[in-house]
């Protein structure tokens, strides 16, 4: 299945068919094998809309995330950027298109030198993709510091110093310093506490609006991509089974697969909750 949004203007993003193989050795006493981990996935995305990308583990989103951000190759199949076709080649991929492309963990304590300043870690993509000056650099990383919601009295700071959110807030800092149009989330809140979840899906959102961001969100809980998604996309075993806008997936899943994704997911609205509550109390008493 090769689902495609229909759209009369240039998407921000369009993927063709798009696969990844890998080769696994068998050893001593087996043959080698090839592995699908994406299986000719298809989409367009517009500017300023956020598509979910959603399955289980193994399904091959995270593949695929690793895919549009230029981490890995894809086998085949073509990658459009505002209509231009990407050469994802080894020292083919132009600088311009690296800046305008840019990933956000699900762990970002991870991805951040636990050695180097806050400031640090901020201006470093300015310092090797740019020739402004240390103090221009520091105004940016100082000015992007507000806008994810923290303060200059971070800049000086290291890592070990902030909790998870503040963590995540400093990674989608850093990722939005080289002025990116496609932000690709690969899990960015699945290990935060719900009600820090909440407020990094509302910073996403405002940020959205305010740079005109396109976003690819990668996700295997529902209720985040209820909240935060446009359009929903649905992959089994490095296949697109379902595709459509967050409304109609929801509402009338197609395919037996996405059906059996949403009933094993417990619904997170308050009615839902108070009628297992009361479930509960009736079996008890």
């Known amino acids: 299945m090769n689902p495609v949004s ?9 993927i063709r068919d798009v696969k990844r193989d890998y080769h696994v ?10 592995v699908h981990a994406v299986k000719g996935v298809s989409f367009k995305l517009e500017t300023g809309k956020t598509l979910a990308i959603v399955g289980e583990s193994g399904c091959g989103k995270s593949t695929l995330a690793r895919i549009l951000t230029f981490i890995d190759e894809p086998t085949s199949g073509e990658i459009l950027i505002d209509g231009h076709k990407v050469d994802t080649r080894p020292g083919h991929l132009t600088q311009e298109m690296r800046q305008k492309v840019q990933i956000i963990f699900q762990n ?15 201006g470093e993509p300015l310092a090797i993709n740019t020739k ?19 303060g200059p009295e971070h800049y000086n700071r290291y890592p070990h110093m902030f909790s998870g959110g503040q963590r995540q807030r400093i990674a989608i800092a850093r990722a939005l310093m080289l002025n990116p149009t496609l932000l690709v989330l690969d899990e960015p809140v699945s290990a935060l506490d719900l009600s820090v979840q909440a407020q990094v899906l ?8 305010e740079f005109g961001l396109t ?12 909240y935060i998604a446009d359009e929903v996309m649905v992959m ?6 379902e595709y459509g806008s967050r409304e109609a997936v929801f509402a009338d899943p197609k395919h037996d697969y996405t059906k059996t994704l949403f009933a094993a997911t417990p619904r997170a609205d308050v009615a839902s909750i108070r009628a297992r509550i009361a479930a509960k109390q009736a079996m008890a008493g």
């Open 108 to 122: 970002p304590y991870g991805s951040l030198n636990p050695r180097q300043k806050i400031g640090d870690v901020l």
């Open 25 to 34: 050795g068998g050893g001593l006493f087996k043959a080698d094998k090839t």
């Open 6 to 14: 229909q759209t009369s203007a240039t998407p921000m993003l369009e």
């Open 202 to 209: 509302n910073l996403l959102a405002d940020l959205q609006e």
């Open 132 to 150: 402004i000056s240390t103090a221009e650099r520091r105004d940016r990383a100082i000015e992007m510091l507000v806008k994810v919601g923290l």
């Open 215 to 226: 976003y690819v969100f990668i996700s295997h809980d529902l209720s985040v991509v209820k």
């Open 236 to 241: 089994y075993f490095g296949e697109a089974v």
